[in-house]
């Protein structure tokens, strides 16, 4: 068969002699279904036909029968109705068939042929649209504005072909044709099409569509065009035909529009500001029309009312205009001249007439007699016309009466007239005025004058004003008594009046200079201020014991001021009064006299702050004038404390020290040392913020001496602070370990620090006394010892400052001596099952070290191959270990012991280590109390061999006299309990659960220890349980439970017979079943289970229940047998790794069951049977809640097992078919 296949794929024949029938192409829609057909002729020779076909990638189809071939999705196949025919069928082609099939025939003694065909797969287009616009959308274009539109058709083979069409008119101007060649064998197809649109074409639909000649599929899509143009120009017109109204007729105006799209908005407008914007489009007409009804007002006439209309945003609206002409009488008179004059004078009055149409004529009334007719002017407005006429009117020509004359214009046009008065005073001179109220005197600054002006007669009454000098005073009264005009005014005095006149004018419009009277003011008053300065071309600042100087000006008073100094140090009541010297007094007409006093002193440190007034006074004065200054005198920092300044605290403690520094101006700078050396705010654990020093969480490197420096511009100080760091001792270099052969003499050096350091406090000790040794200083000791046995081992340097706990250091002096092999319990065996591994460990005391030998009946074990692997390790100083691994076990290796010989150069030790099957682990030894307080309890025990598998230890406890029984699990030898009661007894069992789910039995008696009282006492505990039973009774129930036990064994063994005989007919039953066929019937198979821990509670006491087997106290399991002899599970109890399984179980039916394989924990398993080795964590103790089966494979244990008894309680179909093996029925089945 390879040589025919090499003979195809090599030889190149281009021919299609022999064939039959030869394929033909085929061109088929996409998943659809094709059959290339193949026949070769018929040969006259015997030789056998091998067919063949290559498929479009190049791959060989294969010699196969009828039927579908291999890969493809199945949807190639042969197809075959005689020896020379081989059809390929593709069901459902797909794109990836595109291509050429070739037929391959071969007949050993003619050759080969072959003929080629190609499969051509027609895809037609699904769906074609606009690449920007949604298909079946209405689409806005603006008039004569090029539209640009794509086309697309996707996924064609062969391309499609497309068309444009407008309202079903083929298109041919404007169209780009192309494709675009995809890499699934097909082409998209694109068509862009340019169009210039008209307003003919709005609402015409443009179609899109693309045609497959192959596949006669034509698909269309479309769209609407929207083409947007202008409205024609507005008509406007007025309804009634005439333009001439009258005000308050009432005027319609209409607009019509035609066209536009959309349909335009029409508006009215009148100067910009919209009128009316409320339109209706007639859809028959295409007409808009917009119609607006006003009342003619005067301002309407000539006033031009625009129609605008617009369809689009941003585009200049189409306007026309209209306008009306309103006739109305004038709608006012207006006149203008002076409202009085002096008598005697001449005046023009104006008339002006409001804007009207037509024109007004004006006539004159004077005092209510008519004036002849005066020119007047026309002038026009923007709505009418305004009149005007001027009339001049002399007091002298014209009889008044009451100083008044009343001027009247009368305006009149055919629509109505219009009139208006204006009155004209006549105006006469007052009397001169007189001022009262103002004696003349002295007056002090503040006081309140009321003075009063009266001035009689006058047309009109006098007005009249106050002035002081130049300036106007505000705030004056006025009033009317009879005919005489009076002002009252209040003026507060102050010292810019001081030599002013105070002037009193009365003024009428008769009037050209007003009338006045005159009083002269005298003023006292006090500075406004008074200052304290320092002289000027001194320096400001005030230093202590330097001599200083200020001066006191007082400017600006009336008559000058008395000037004294009060000095007011440390804010002492009575003061220190100076008077110092004038260096100062000056006199000016406005501001007054000045005075400036100056005073001489040397001020100190306490001068700082202290309050100097100055007081300016005058016995004229009601009160005294006074300032104060607060004297700001400099010195240098200095130190409220005294230095140095210690400071002691314990390491890991925190401190702080504030220091207080004083000095004028403030510290400027704090600069900090330690030991000498600057540091910027932290060093160490110590921080320094300005004058505080603090520490939190100090070490002894903290210590040491800091000094700060506080600088200001007048000085320096500074202030040392000695950190003292106490810490308790610690072992700093210790000497360890030291080897030495007997006799030699070795030196043991041990050096500790700490603080404060004490005589004595380093100290040897061993076995809890101390050693005389020889001290070199306080903090170090040396130990001067003859190596021996005996002086060999562990020696404890101890140092101790009394501050906190003591430091301690271990040395160990190691004396070469031979290997002793430790005989210890859980080393003293070692267990596998065979198939499986087993470990064996050897552990030896030797100095300097030890080598391992492990040899079997006198041959050495060689390590590290399939058989066996060994490594050592080393425990401490002097102990080491070595363990070997024992692989594949056999009965052979149960047979012999393995040794282990442990040597050095000073000695050889030997121990002979037996291997065994796995078995229960030993209940482990010596339990004893570690520690005890008020609330807890430590114990340790010894481990007992581990059955060859890890083991766990189950701990239970309860307190004396208590039924209540606690469990904990734990994998270590020692175990802490806390929470029970003080001064309380609690009694402890002990039993180990190794990994394959063995245990060994509670140690007994139990354990008794006691936790302490609350304040620390101990409690004395009897071995076991204190007895409550008098000594009578107790020989009473041993005698009788002596007797009950010898009738149980004798009931034991009788039941035992029987089982035996019941085992060997269920056997019987079982084979003859299997061999006869008769179906499947269940087997018994005895397994032990025990209660989870807290489940259930019995009443009756552990002690009081008998021993029981476990065949008479095991849980049942049924097996189903399949009768080809292969068992099947049905209620699953096997051991699995992770596996628990929750069981319906009374504990008080079942009193023996805590002696069988299963601990409390509720772990199944079956004895007599090879298990996989559990995880290393002992997982399956710790946790106490019940999983469902869930198996997980784990090889790294210490004991690897064959599996094939375990298959035949895990097959999922529950049969397997096959001859029985009547070895799995040998054994404990039953």
């Known amino acids: 068969m390879i040589l025919v296949l090499s003979l195809l794929s090599s030889l190149i024949i281009e021919t299609k002699a022999g064939f039959r029938e030869t394929p033909a192409n085929h061109s088929v829609l996409l998943g659809q279904d094709v059959t290339f057909r193949c026949a070769a002729d018929k040969s006259a020779s015997s030789s056998e036909l091998y067919s063949q076909w290559r498929s479009n990638t190049g791959a060989l189809l294969g010699f196969h029968d009828v039927g579908p071939l291999a890969g493809h999705q199945g949807r190639y196949s042969y197809l075959k109705f005689s020896r020379e025919e081989l059809h390929l069928r593709i069901e459902r082609v797909t794109l990836e068939d595109d291509g050429q099939f070739e037929c391959q025939m071969l007949r050993p003694d003619e050759g080969p042929i072959r003929a080629a065909a190609y499969l051509t797969v027609i895809v037609p287009p699904k769906t074609v649209h606009f690449t920007n616009y949604q298909s079946g959308s209405v689409v806005d274009v603006n008039e004569e504005l090029p539209l640009n539109l794509t086309c697309e058709s996707p996924n064609a083979k062969p391309e499609a072909v497309i068309t444009w069409y407008i309202n079903g008119r083929k298109i041919e101007e404007g169209v780009q044709r192309w494709g675009s060649y995809n890499l699934n064998k097909t082409t998209t197809s694109y068509a862009a099409l340019q169009w210039r649109p008209r307003r003919i074409d709005h609402k015409k639909v443009l179609t899109c569509e693309a045609a497959h000649a192959e596949s006669g599929t034509r698909i269309r899509t479309n769209l609407t065009l929207n083409v947007l143009y202008p409205p024609d120009r507005p008509q406007v017109s007025m309804l009634n035909g005439d333009s001439f109204v009258r005000a308050g007729d009432n005027v319609t105006v209409a607009c019509v529009v035609s066209g536009g799209n959309p349909p335009p908005d029409v508006s009215w407008y009148l100067k910009d500001r919209l009128l009316s914007a409320l339109f209706h489009y007639d859809h028959q007409t295409q007409e808009t029309k917009n119609t607006y009804s006003f009342m003619a007002q005067p301002e309407d006439n000539l006033a031009n009312y625009e129609c605008r209309a617009t369809n689009r945003v941003g585009q200049q609206p189409q306007t026309r205009s209209i306008h009306v002409k309103v006739a109305y009488a004038p709608l006012g008179v207006e006149v203008l001249g002076e409202s009085s004059i002096r008598q005697g004078s001449a005046t023009v009055v104006q008339c002006r007439t409001k804007p009207s149409n037509p024109v007004s004529r004006i006539s004159w009334l004077v005092n209510g007699h008519p004036i002849p007719a005066t020119i007047q002017s026309e002038h026009q407005q923007s709505y009418g016309t305004m009149s005007i006429s001027n009339l001049t009117i002399n007091t002298n020509e014209v009889i008044t009466a009451k100083h008044r004359m009343t001027v009247e214009c009368n305006a009149r046009n055919d629509e109505g007239t219009a009139s208006k008065q204006h009155v004209i005073k006549i105006l006469a001179p007052p009397m001169p005025p007189r001022i009262t109220g103002l004696e003349e005197g002295i007056h002090l600054e503040g006081l309140v004058l009321n003075v009063t002006c009266e001035a009689h007669g006058g047309n009109p009454l006098a007005d009249i004003s106050w002035y002081r000098g130049y300036d106007k005073l505000p705030g004056a009264r006025t009033s009317v008594s009879g005919d005489s005009a009076i002002s009252s005014l209040s003026l507060t005095l102050d010292r810019m009046m001081n030599g002013q006149r105070l002037k009193c004018e009365a003024m009428n419009s008769a009037l050209d200079e007003p009338l006045v009277d005159y009083k002269q003011l005298s003023v006292l008053y006090q500075p406004r201020r008074v200052i304290i300065r320092t002289p000027e071309g001194i320096r400001h600042q005030l230093l202590a014991g330097e001599e200083a100087r200020l001066h006191c000006l007082a400017a600006g008073s009336n008559p000058p001021a008395h000037i004294t100094w009060n000095f007011h140090p440390n804010g002492e009541p009575n003061p220190l009064v100076f008077t110092g010297e004038t260096i100062l007094n000056e006199t000016s007409r406005d501001a007054g006299h000045t005075i400036e006093n100056a005073v001489t002193f040397t001020p100190t440190e306490e001068y700082d702050g202290t309050l100097v007034r100055c007081i300016a006074s005058n016995p004229l004065w009601p009160t005294s004038k006074n300032v104060t200054y607060p004297l700001n005198v400099l010195y240098a920092p200095r130190l409220l404390v005294n230095s140095p300044i210690s400071i002691v605290v314990a390491e890991g403690d925190s401190f702080r020290e504030n220091l207080t520094v004083k000095g004028n101006p403030p510290v400027s700078a704090w600069r900090w040392r330690k030991n000498g050396i600057p540091f910027d705010h932290t060093i160490g654990n110590a921080f320094a913020r300005g004058a505080t020093l603090s520490g939190r969480n100090v070490k002894s490197s903290d210590a040491g001496l800091y000094t700060l420096f506080a600088v200001n511009s007048v000085g320096t100080a500074n202030v040392t602070i000695q950190l003292t760091v106490e810490y308790s001792a610690r072992i700093t270099s210790i000497s360890s370990p030291i080897i030495a052969s007997e006799g030699e003499l070795v030196v043991l050096e041990c050096e500790a620090d700490g603080e404060p350091r004490k005589p004595d406090m380093v100290r040897w000790i061993r076995n809890g006394k101390e050693i005389p040794a020889i001290r070199k200083g306080e903090t170090h000791v040396s130990l001067r010892l003859n190596a021996t046995k005996e002086a060999a081992g562990q020696y404890i340097c101890r140092a101790d400052n009394g501050i906190g706990f003591p430091g301690e250091g271990t040395a160990y002096l190691l004396v070469n001596t031979a290997p002793k092999i430790m005989a210890l319990p859980f080393l003293s065996r070692a267990a596998g099952p065979l198939g499986g591994r087993a470990r064996a460990r050897c552990r030896a005391h030797a100095v ?383």
């Open 848 to 1230: 300097p070290d030890a080598d391992f030998v492990w040899d079997r009946a006198g041959e050495i074990i060689q390590g590290n191959n399939s058989k066996y692997g060994m490594f050592t390790i080393q425990l401490d100083y002097s102990t080491f270990e070595s363990t070997l691994w024992i692989s594949n076990l056999s009965p052979d290796d149960y047979a012999n012991d393995i040794r282990c010989t442990a040597r050095n150069s000073f000695g050889t030790d030997s121990i002979h280590i037996p291997i065994g099957p796995p078995s229960p682990p030993d209940a482990p030894l010596d339990i004893h109390v570690t520690n005890a307080t008020s609330s807890t309890i430590s114990i340790s025990w010894i481990p007992g061999f581990d059955g060859g598998s890890d083991q766990t230890f189950e701990v239970r406890y309860h307190k004396d006299g208590e039924e209540g029984v606690h469990g904990v699990n734990t994998s270590h030898s020692n175990l802490r309990l806390s929470g029970l009661a003080p001064s309380s007894i609690y009694l402890f069992q002990l039993r180990s659960i190794n990994s394959r789910g063995f245990s060994s039995d509670l140690t007994r008696p139990p354990a008794a220890f006691a936790t302490l009282s609350e304040d620390g006492m101990g409690v004395a505990v009897t071995s076991g349980r204190r007895e409550s039973i008098p000594r009578p009774v107790i020989m009473l129930l041993a005698i009788g439970g002596t007797l009950l036990l010898l009738f149980n064994c004798l009931l034991l063994c009788y039941l035992q017979r029987r089982n035996r005989k019941k085992k060997i007919q269920e056997k019987t039953e079982m084979v003859r079943t299997a061999i006869n066929g008769e179906g499947v019937r269940p087997v018994q198979m005895y397994g032990t289970m025990l209660q989870a821990e807290g489940t259930v509670r019995c009443e009756r006491d552990e002690h009081d229940i008998p021993e029981a087997s476990e065949d008479d106290h095991s849980v049942r399991t049924m097996i189903e047998v399949n009768p080809n002899g292969y068992m099947q599970q049905i209620d699953p109890s096997i051991y699995e790794r992770n596996c628990l399984v929750e069981y319906e179980f009374d504990p008080c039916e079942y009193p023996g069951s805590r002696h069988g394989t299963m601990g409390r924990s509720g772990i199944g398993t079956y004895t007599n049977m090879p298990y996989p080795e559990p995880p290393h964590d002992a997982s399956v103790y710790s946790d106490r809640s019940i999983s469902r089966r869930q198996y997980i494979p784990n090889n790294n244990n210490n004991n690897n097992s064959p599996q094939h008894l375990l298959s035949t309680f895990i097959q999922p179909t529950g049969v397997r078919p096959g001859p029985l093996s009547y070895s799995q029925l040998d054994g404990d089945l039953v």
